[in-house]
């Protein structure tokens, strides 16, 4: 099975940088996804891991580590729109989500 | 190219009703996924296809049946409501389960089902 933990909430000011952790402990690993999904809408894919190292887009950035079972996700130049909760999800043959962690960013 | 859809949008049932929830997805992708997700609770696999004529059981497969006979279509059917079931449903589709450096063949939502069971 998977096990799956990231932070429930975190806050941050307009223009700042906030950085989302997930650790995670599985029985099999094809990857590590992180969503994106505003309050009563689907999640919309943000980023991808399935070697080591930072994956780079735009303002988003994620980093894997295998042997650790870690992962986080950066959030740079936070905008307003930016207020949605995040989800990291593990993919074995299917994919397992954390509860995910709701960024709320402040003027 | 609509992506996936879902009907309904909402839904009320009572306690002991059966409903339907459809979902279709026009990018020919072989797999295809139902999720619920509770308040402040990730994403649990209900059921999932790998293709038209297969299914299979996720985390959380009790009280619902799932049918694929299409590429397209991955309806939800419950069929005695209860409380517990209430709950937002997602439905996805993806071209492949297995990522790979290069192609995350990441999973596409629909827009959801909110569904309450008084």
């Known amino acids: 099975g998977q096990n799956i933990d990231q932070p429930t909430e975190m806050t941050a000011t307009e223009g700042a940088i906030v950085q989302i952790n997930c650790t995670y402990q599985?029985?099999?690993?094809?990857?590590l996804f992180w969503y994106q999904q505003h309050a009563g809408e689907a999640p919309t894919f943000l980023s991808y891991?399935?070697?080591?190292g930072l994956e780079e887009k735009g303002r988003f950035s994620s980093f894997l580590s295998r042997s650790k079972g870690y992962s986080y996700l950066l959030l740079k130049e936070l905008q307003m729109k930016d207020s949605a909760s995040y989800l990291c999800a593990v993919a074995d043959y299917k994919l397992s989500f954390g509860a995910g962690t709701t960024v709320t960013v402040r003027a | 190219n609509a992506g996936v859809t879902q009907t309904p949008k909402f839904r009320i049932l009572k306690i002991g009703q059966s409903m339907t929830l459809q979902c279709t997805q026009d990018m020919n992708h072989n797999y295809m996924y139902w999720y619920r997700q509770d308040p402040g609770m990730g994403l649990k696999l209900i059921y999932y296809?790998?293709?038209?004529?297969?299914?299979d059981k996720g985390e959380v497969p009790n009280g619902y049946n799932v049918s694929r006979s299409t590429t397209e279509d991955f309806p939800l059917r419950l069929e005695l409501a209860a409380p517990s079931q209430t709950s937002v449903y997602f439905c996805?589709?993806?071209?492949?389960?297995?990522?790979?450096?290069?192609?995350?063949?990441?999973?596409?939502f629909g827009p959801g089902t909110r569904l309450t069971v008084t």
């Open positions: 996805a589709s993806s071209y492949s389960t297995t990522p790979r450096r290069g192609n995350s063949y990441e999973q596409y």
């Open positions: 599985t029985s099999g690993f094809n990857g």
């Open positions: 891991n399935v070697l080591d």
């Open positions: 296809s790998v293709g038209a004529g297969i299914t």
